[in-house]
């Protein structure tokens, strides 16, 4: 039985899903709330920090990818697990801000187990550090004039807005340097939707 003090956040747009899991975990003696998007998830972390988040990685608004990598930058301390059916296996997928990741529609087991992980071991340091090179996920604003994709950059040092052509549409971090004040910003694009539900094995 975990520490009954261990907080999660999950963040899930699929109310049947989020149910699920708040359920579950509630029975396995955590303390659980819960967020529809990235923004909710935010508002819920002003009062009240969690232990770890649990986030889907595709949703409307503030989807999962951009909503870690925020959480990286000012929660540092604080463990996520990514979970989505867009990328296969249990590796984190690169450019992604989280400490372990769950692939959807694969045993429930595992997810409880990489859950009550988060909760017993400490992120090391060096995951910490490596924090500021967390991307910015954004998503495609559309065609330029020369017929190339693009996407509007707000510089994360001096929040002034730019449009960024890319030629690469797989989700890669890049890299681009600030055109007002040369800060190197890495970021990387969401390009699909992944609609596949959890499964419970």
Known sequence: MPNPQAAVLIVEDDAVLRQLLSTILIQLGFSVRTAEDGFAALAEMRGDIPDVILSDLYMPGMGGFEFLSVVRRRFPTVR?????????GADVPPGISADAY???????????????????????????????????????????????????IACPQCLRTFPQIFGETAILTHETGCIHCSSEIHYAIVDTLDPTPLRAD
């Open 80 to 88: 996520a697990i990514a979970m989505s059916s867009a990328f296969s």
């Open 102 to 152: 769950y692939e959807k529609a694969t045993n429930l087991t595992t997810l409880l187990e990489i859950v009550k992980t988060m909760i017993r071991v400490e992120r090391p340091a060096a995951f910490q550090e490596s924090s500021t090179a967390s991307p910015i996920w954004l998503t495609k604003a559309g065609l330029a004039l020369s017929g190339e994709e693009y996407v509007v």
